[in-house]
C-alpha cells in the first residue's frame, strides 16, 4: 500500500507563488510516475504536471513555464513550484502515484488565488 499526503496550499494573491509538495510512504518507490491534478469548482480535474522515475517532466500548457515539477527521490516526495499564479489556477491540487495498474491518490490541498 501507498500513502499519498499533499501540503502547501493556501490564499495567495495574483503574481504571487506557492510550493505543494507530495509526500509518499508505504511501498512507494522511486520508479513510480508521480502526477499533480487540480480541480477548479465545476470542472473536471484535469492534470497539471508529470515526472517519471527517471526526471522527464511534462506540463499542461496552461501552467507551462510557469509551475516547476519535480521529485527528491530519498524522501519520496514530489514538489509543485508554481510562480505568477492567477485566478485560474484556483482549485483542488491532488497527487498521484502510479506504476502499472497501481494508482494512488492524496486527499487533496487547497490553492485560492486572490485578485
Known amino acids: 500500500q501507498v500513502q499519498v499526503v499533499e501540503s502547501g496550499g493556501g490564499l495567495v494573491q495574483a503574481g504571487g507563488s506557492l510550493r505543494l509538495s507530495c509526500a509518499a510512504s508505504?511501498?512507494?518507490?522511486?520508479?513510480?510516475?508521480m502526477h499533480w491534478y487540480r480541480q477548479a469548482p465545476g470542472k473536471l480535474r484535469e492534470l497539471v504536471a508529470t515526472i517519471t522515475g527517471a526526471g522527464t517532466t511534462n506540463y499542461a500548457d496552461s501552467v507551462k513555464g510557469r509551475f516547476t515539477i519535480s521529485r527528491d527521490n530519498a524522501k519520496n516526495t514530489v514538489y509543485l513550484q508554481m510562480n505568477q499564479l492567477n485566478t485560474e489556477d484556483t482549485g483542488v491540487y491532488y497527487c498521484n502515484a502510479a506504476f502499472g495498474s497501481y494508482s494512488y491518490w492524496g486527499q487533496g490541498t487547497q490553492v485560492t488565488v486572490s485578485s
Open positions: 508505504g511501498s512507494m518507490r522511486s520508479y513510480y510516475t
